[in-house]
């Protein structure tokens, strides 16, 4: 009695097996097992070499120039605006008012205007002073004047202009940018005040996360629009120097950065008025003072015996004032 009983078991247990799995066991003869291999992933692309060049980092000129006054109402030049010639608008400014593009420039007419109630001024002069000053060149004294301007574009601190020199310098400064491309160079410029703007050269957009003024150097990321590429790198731009050995100018044009020639005469074109840059080499003497002429003289008297000026150009950072005097030596 109990063989069958064992044989009933096993057969109901076999069949419980096959009842709880037969749909797995039909679908390994209906469809063979098939394996699924993961895709291999792709390449990233690799980025293009970063051509952005750094080539200069100077202060931005100043657009006044003092050109005489009466009193203490100073006139001043707007470098923007010429009436042709090589001459520009002449305003008469008051001290403490400020003033406004005119709407329409007319050659030969002031170029601005006073400011009325609800206008957005450019300019204001805050101080101006007349004095005399020993002329280290020619001996006497003459009168030079100095204006203390808040330039509102540039919305910074206000700065110094003197009739002293044929230019003066901002707070600001122009960063410029060289690609080459192709056989030929795209360049941009960018004032300090705009560097949170991102520009774009070609399909690259490039934004400037830091600028290191005393290294010269910017930390700038580059973004490719088409993969959306993203490489930032470190640039360093190159110190402007004055070369050592010089050529007579060209052109009557003078380099903004030599401020002040000095009374040497011309011997290779007697009837121009700018002296020829003589070809001898170039020694450098720095002054610094709370003042143009403070730090102009400081840096005069340590020219040695067989020396004589040739050009200077000043600076200033905070509250002091640098002068950067060249002088040549020998025959």
Known sequence: MRTPFAIVAVVFFVFSIVYTYWDDLVSLFKDPPSIVLSPEPEPEPEPEPFKLVFA???QEPSRYKIDGWIGETPYLLDLKNSTGNGKYARNRIEVGIPYVEVEKFIPNRPS???STEGES???LVELFKVENVK???KGGTKKVGTAK???YPLRKEAYEISSLTKFSLTPDYILKFDLTKSYRTESVKISSRELNKPFTIGYMKYHISNLDYDKRSVSIRRTNSENGLIVERNLTAPKTVLPLKGEEPKSRKVN???INYSSQPNTKNPKSSIPAIPKKDYVTYFGKGTSQQEAYNEARKQIKGGQSQ?????RKTGATWTCTLYAVTGK
């Open 310 to 314: 040739h050009s200077y150009r000043f």
């Open 256 to 258: 903004p950065r030599i």
């Open 121 to 123: 001024p450019i300019l």
């Open 56 to 58: 200069s980092l100077m």
């Open 135 to 137: 002329n280290e060149i």
């Open 149 to 151: 301007i808040f330039d």
């Open 112 to 114: 601005l205007r006073k």
